[in-house]
């Protein structure tokens, strides 16, 4: 079935991060009507109707025609599908522009990530950012994971070469998991980024106090619906997904890397 394929294929994340364990799917999410009064596109309600079979309560972040004809294009379950008008064929793979020379099925994503990442405001982040940013990535990252301590380590070196870092908490073991906890209690301390980086080094944090309200729980859900599978995830300012753990140079290389990809599509 489409759910096992997805799952499949999104647990074979081939950057250098912590994988996520199987089967931890998560409370799914409904799947997302049309816009009230909006007249359905042909094609629209077959796909919708396929999808909800195959991919029950998962919500379809976005539905639009396809770049070739007989097709639409779906977010949906973290990734991009392209699910014929009849609802009958789904192609799960890059789609490229080969006269444009671009990965189609990329930039659809990356444009999704970066309206589901502003939901996440400043204040329910935790930031490690020079006086001057240069660069601004989001991180979604574990405790417990080997990468995102590594990841961590660096954190002077990225912050000297004007990359600021934007933590969210993806604990991969799911709620109620020490690691869970361990974020909230990274959260509910008196210095959080402190406790980042004592947690990061091995110390086991006080659970937090009653009644602390963390916003563990939204970013998880958050980061599985932009495709987070392995942690650390990061992401640029564009929405693209640009590590996985990479060292202070390689991740600036990736930053340059991205916003010059950014320019010369915003040429065309």
Known sequence: MLRSLVLALSLGLSLAACAQPAGNAGTPAATAPAAPGAPARPG??????ALAGVLPGNEIRRLRPAPFVGFQEVVIAGRVLYVSDDGR???DGALIDLAGRRNLTESAMDEVRVQELKRIPAGKRIVFAPREPKYTVTVFTDIDCGYCRMFHQHMAEYNALGIAVEYLFFPRAGQGSAPWQQAEAVWCSK???QAMTE???GKTLPAPPAGCRSPVAEEYALGREVGVNATPAVFA???AQIGGYLEPQRLLQALEQDARRQAQAAQR
């Not at 629209?44 to 109707?49: G, K, P, S």
């Open 199 to 201: 947690a990061k080094g």
């Open 44 to 49: 629209e309600e077959a796909v919708r109707a």
């Open 237 to 239: 300012p564009s929405g």
């Open 89 to 91: 064929y789904a192609i």
């Open 191 to 193: 210095d959080p980024r």
